[in-house]
């Protein structure tokens, strides 16, 4: 059979070869615009009702816990360069309101327990979503329908159906929607992409990333419950919202993470630090064929969600990912793209991708080094991306785009992990079937699925 692989002519990529035959080291201007710009989505029009460039921008905070006050104490930081003012906080629970309105400086009329106050505020520009997961989705749609930019926490949503509610609330809208994955903003990835896309190594096959810690208590996502907390000054029932209703259970609010109630856990919280950046990487971010997911739950057992996950993710183009989580052993994959013709490795803490080609191709491709010497995954450059967009009215990176059709694979992962399914996705009709055809309805939040783990 005849090898049809278009290689690339002898000199298009030989940089150096005519001079030494060693891996070239390119190191990125720190002020290098083209690697922050999007690998898609550059023609669409300015999103309506842009700020003008000095205009500040009036920002207030849904869900103030432990990454709420992340944020909020990092665009507290660089609130001055980013030209932005803190005018309002909410949280169901009193005595991280009190926080957050000390850590701003509110006044206790900006700071409510109930964000659709917020959004009936004129002056109110932008929020930040923080909440527990299954809220995402409703605080996006409810604020972009009132005419607010969004930075929505990962992940995108708690269930596929709300997916495409939010992503469809993003369009009417034509707000700025960021999904809060900051990794997205290494320049390796956007690098990355552009070798793929410019034929550096060739189709895409396979590639792998992985997410995976161990914790000494064997106990990951534990946290401790306030003595003091009540129904008094936590409104459970809104906490809830369309999670299943049980009476006030402490645990869970501090420990949500370990309960499917309220999140898909290593899946949802973990892989998507992995999983977006290396679908930028990809050149073309597409939604998934075909997804299968295994887990398992028996070395952390004091849980809902699966300690360990292994995800196969097929798209259209012929990629497949892997991606992998566990919270019981801290080995993961390096994350890798793996092309006809050369490989790409990524660096784990470090802006640093080498392209590596296959030894049947040495003769065609340079090895090549990309490196840069800003630190990874800083959340205070997304944050100021969000702004610098809110302003423009340009394409962001971590865009609902992204965000969408990283959830569909997510998504469709959980029903395969718990379903016991391998599933396909028809996105244009927006179903899920089976390998046979048959439709089976995503899970949302009145699904009952029985544990495995118990009789």
Same mark, same amino acid.
């Given at each position: 059979?005849?090898?049809?692989?278009?290689?690339?002519a002898?000199?298009?990529?030989?940089?150096r070869r005519?001079?030494?035959?060693?891996?070239?080291?390119?190191?990125?201007?720190?002020?290098?615009?083209?690697?922050?710009?999007?690998v $898609?989505?550059q023609?669409?029009a300015?999103?309506?009702?842009v700020?003008?460039?000095?205009?500040?921008?009036?920002? #207030?905070?849904?869900?103030?816990?432990?990454?709420?006050?992340?944020?909020?104490?990092?665009?507290?930081?660089? #609130?001055?360069?980013?030209?932005? #003012?803190?005018?309002?906080?909410?949280?169901?629970?009193?005595? =991280?309101?009190?926080?957050?309105?000390?850590q701003?400086?509110?006044?206790?009329?900006?700071?409510?327990?109930? $964000? #659709?106050?917020?959004?009936e505020?004129?002056?109110?520009?932008?929020?930040?979503?923080?909440?527990?997961?299954? !809220?995402?989705?409703?605080?996006?749609?409810?604020?972009?329908?009132?005419?607010?930019?969004?930075?929505?926490?990962?992940?995108?949503?708690? $269930?596929?159906?709300?997916?495409?509610?939010?992503?469809?609330?993003?369009? =009417?809208?034509?707000?700025?929607y960021?999904i809060?994955?900051q990794?997205?903003?290494?320049?390796?990835?956007?690098?990355?992409?552009?070798?793929?896309?410019?034929?550096?190594?060739?189709?895409l096959?396979w590639?792998?990333?992985?997410?995976?810690?161990?914790?000494?208590?064997?106990?990951?996502?534990?946290?401790?419950?306030?003595?003091?907390?009540?129904?008094?000054?936590?409104?459970?029932?809104? !906490?809830?919202?369309?999670?299943?209703?049980?009476?006030?259970?402490?645990e869970?609010?501090?420990?949500?993470?370990?309960?499917?109630?309220?999140?898909?856990?290593?899946?949802?919280?973990?892989?998507?630090?992995?999983?977006?950046?290396?679908?930028?990487a990809?050149?073309?971010?597409?939604?998934?064929?075909?997804?299968?997911?295994?887990?398992?739950?028996?070395?952390?057992?004091?849980?809902?969600?699966?300690?360990?996950?292994?995800?196969?993710?097929?798209?259209?183009?012929?990629?497949?990912?892997?991606?992998?989580?566990?919270?019981?052993?801290?080995?993961?994959?390096?994350?890798?793209?793996?092309?006809?013709?050369?490989?790409?490795?990524?660096?784990?803490?470090?802006?640093?991708?080498?392209?590596?080609?296959?030894?049947?191709?040495?003769?065609?491709?340079d090895?090549?080094?990309?490196?840069?010497?800003?630190?990874?995954?800083?959340?205070?450059?997304?944050?100021?991306?969000?702004f610098?967009?809110?302003?423009?009215?340009?394409?962001?990176?971590?865009?609902?785009?992204?965000?969408?059709?990283?959830?569909?694979?997510?998504?469709?992962?959980?029903?395969?992990?718990?379903?016991?399914?391998?599933?396909?996705?028809?996105?244009?009709?927006?179903?899920? =079937?089976?390998?046979?055809?048959?439709v089976?309805?995503?899970?949302?939040?009145?699904?009952?699925?029985?544990?495995? $783990?118990k009789?």
């Amino acid at each position: 059979m005849t090898d049809n692989t278009k290689v690339p002519a002898r000199g298009v990529f030989e940089t150096r070869r005519d001079f030494l035959r060693k891996t070239a080291t390119v190191t990125a201007a720190l002020g290098s615009a083209s690697l922050f710009s999007p690998v $898609y989505g550059q023609s669409q029009a300015p999103s309506a009702g842009v700020l003008g460039a000095n205009s500040k921008i009036n920002v #207030a905070y849904i869900g103030t816990g432990k990454q709420g006050m992340l944020h909020v104490r990092s665009q507290q930081k660089f #609130a001055k360069e980013n030209n932005i #003012a803190q005018i309002a906080v909410c949280d169901l629970y009193q005595r =991280r309101l009190d926080q957050a309105r000390e850590q701003t400086g509110v006044s206790g009329k900006d700071a409510v327990r109930d $964000y #659709a106050v917020l959004l009936e505020r004129k002056d109110v520009d932008a929020v930040v979503i923080s909440t527990v997961d299954n !809220w995402h989705a409703q605080a996006s749609i409810d604020a972009l329908n009132a005419g607010k930019h969004v930075f929505c926490e990962k992940p995108m949503t708690r $269930y596929l159906g709300e997916a495409w509610e939010v992503y469809d609330a993003v369009k =009417r809208s034509g707000k700025t929607y960021v999904i809060g994955s900051q990794g997205c903003m290494d320049p390796k990835w956007h690098k990355a992409a552009e070798w793929v896309k410019d034929g550096r190594i060739g189709p895409l096959v396979w590639g792998q990333g992985s997410y995976c810690r161990n914790n000494k208590k064997n106990s990951e996502w534990t946290f401790p419950v306030d003595p003091d907390v009540s129904e008094k000054n936590l409104d459970w029932k809104r !906490w809830l919202g369309k999670a299943p209703q049980i009476p006030f259970t402490p645990e869970h609010f501090f420990s949500w993470h370990k309960h499917y109630a309220y999140n898909s856990g290593i899946i949802g919280n973990l892989l998507p630090h992995r999983f977006q950046p290396l679908m930028i990487a990809t050149g073309e971010v597409q939604f998934p064929k075909r997804v299968v997911c295994t887990g398992t739950r028996k070395v952390s057992t004091d849980r809902d969600i699966t300690d360990t996950t292994h995800i196969l993710a097929e798209f259209p183009s012929g990629l497949t990912l892997v991606l992998v989580g566990t919270t019981v052993n801290e080995q993961g994959l390096p994350e890798t793209l793996r092309g006809r013709m050369a490989t790409l490795k990524f660096a784990s803490s470090q802006n640093r991708v080498e392209l590596t080609p296959e030894s049947i191709f040495a003769e065609e491709i340079d090895a090549e080094t990309f490196t840069d010497p800003r630190p990874t995954e800083r959340i205070e450059v997304l944050e100021k991306h969000f702004f610098e967009c809110i302003r423009s009215g340009k394409q962001p990176i971590a865009n609902v785009e992204l965000a969408l059709r990283a959830q569909t694979v997510l998504t469709l992962a959980e029903m395969s992990e718990r379903l016991g399914m391998t599933l396909l996705l028809d996105p244009e009709k927006r179903l899920v =079937r089976t390998g046979d055809g048959r439709v089976i309805p995503p899970l949302d939040y009145n699904t009952v699925v029985p544990d495995p $783990y118990k009789g």
